[in-house]
């Protein structure tokens, strides 16, 4: 069991920014993605960003791409999501998320990941 531990989120106004951390202590596997997801009310939990443990290759979903940039500090176990020019259509819970089971990058950014946490809410509203 991999727990993870986001904070930041709540409101921001269209064209802010926002950053949101997931602290990542007990993860010791060496290959796995991790990134996040975001789901809103109705809809499937869908992948946003996702950072390859093996090569630092980063993808991120075509809405959000050149805003959002997903990072980590290695050495912290924490990852991060730099959210930019905030829109609200990302109005959603954003979870952080890991997959250790070796699956595609397709399928973590179509929502297919082994752990994930409780998740804070982003709102994008004026």
């Known amino acids: 069991q991999v727990q993870l531990v986001e904070s930041g989120g709540g409101l921001a106004q269209p064209g802010g920014s926002q950053i949101l951390s997931c602290a990542v202590p007990g993860l010791t596997s060496d290959y796995f993605a991790i990134g996040w997801v975001r789901q809103v009310p109705g809809k499937e939990r869908e992948g946003v960003a996702v950072l390859v443990s093996a090569d630092d290759s980063r993808y991120y979903a075509h809405s959000v791409r050149g805003r959002f940039t997903i990072s980590r500090d290695a050495a912290k176990k924490t990852l991060f999501l730099q959210m930019n020019s905030l829109k609200p259509e990302d109005t959603a819970v954003y979870s952080c998320?890991?997959?250790?089971?070796?699956?595609?990058?397709?399928?973590?950014?179509?929502?297919?990941?082994?752990?994930w946490g409780q998740g804070t809410q982003v709102t994008v509203s004026s």
């Open positions: 998320a890991v997959d250790t089971e070796g699956r595609p990058t397709q399928a973590f950014m179509d929502g297919r990941v082994s752990y």
